[in-house]
């Protein structure tokens, strides 16, 4: 079987490798190129070195602005998704009648696209504002929770079945004997469970994170940046940049490059930080 697998393998694995070359590893790379360039299609691009770097962050305040706002959205989008999360999980980890429906429930939002539900959003919010004569894009406070709301509604049911599965996993042997030594439910909880469940708060801070520094859909359908791009996040100022700004191709692709650095780096040292506290079940 090995021989078979072996002399069969590049035939097997080509397909996949030229989907990654083609669609992620080779666009990349010229992303990477172009960032470096002045252009306004691929074919036309004249290197001009680090002078769109220098614009993204002289001559283009929103890129710092939107960088706060979005840091900010994330540390509080990922801090109170994971609370929240992990609090449904103990909930529906006891034995309540119903616990599968309302999994189920708390997950549905997860499955609605992020255009969608940014319009569904708006229309909730505006519907509430309009009692005071605003707005959603009066103030920019009004679109942060805007997001902070809707990013929480759409993750925390998803958050929570990977909780569940990782607080199921717990050997029930642990749990006893931690009464048996007197342990109360909060130095059970702190002691054994979370240290236990540290693989799936592994995995959910990293999504929370990642797909907060990336909420492009969401924050595009809620507010488009409004009121004075006051509230657009990263990924929409470079979509703005690069679509909206003529003669910015160069530095709108810039920005991308810093984004994914940015992303990549917070990423990384957050997977280490968290993983240094797993223990073994």
Sequence with gaps: ????????????????????????????????????TKFTTVN??????FSNY???????QDFLNTLVFTVKFTIVSVVLINVLAFALALLLTRKIPGTNIFRTVFFMPNLIGGIILG????????????????DITFDASFGFWGLVVLMNWQMIGYMMI??????Q????????????DGANSWQTLKSVTIPMVMPSVTICTFLTLTNSFKLFDQNFALTAGAPGNSSAMLALDIYNTFYGRMGYEGVGQ?????????????????????????VEN
Excluded: C
């Excluded at 990977?162 to 607080?167: D, F, K, N």
């Excluded at 996993?169 to 048996?180: F, M, T």
């Design 54 to 60: 220098i614009r993204a962050f002289t001559s283009d």
């Design 162 to 167: 990977i909780y569940v599965a990782g607080l």
């Design 44 to 49: 036309d691009a004249h290197w001009v070195g």
């Design 119 to 134: 319009y569904i959003w708006q229309l909730i919010i505006n519907g509430v504002l309009a009692t005071f004569g605003v």
């Design 169 to 180: 996993s717990i050997s029930s042997d642990l749990i006893e004997a931690s009464k048996i």
């Design 254 to 278: 810039a920005k991308a490059v810093v984004f994914f650095i940015i992303v990549a780096l917070i990423a990384l040292v957050q997977i280490r930080l968290t993983r240094s506290r797993e």
């Design 1 to 36: 079987m090995q021989k078979t697998m072996k002399k069969y393998f590049a035939f097997f694995t080509l397909p996949t490798v030229l989907a990654f070359l083609i669609a992620f590893l080779i666009p990349f790379l010229m992303g990477i190129y172009l960032s470096f």
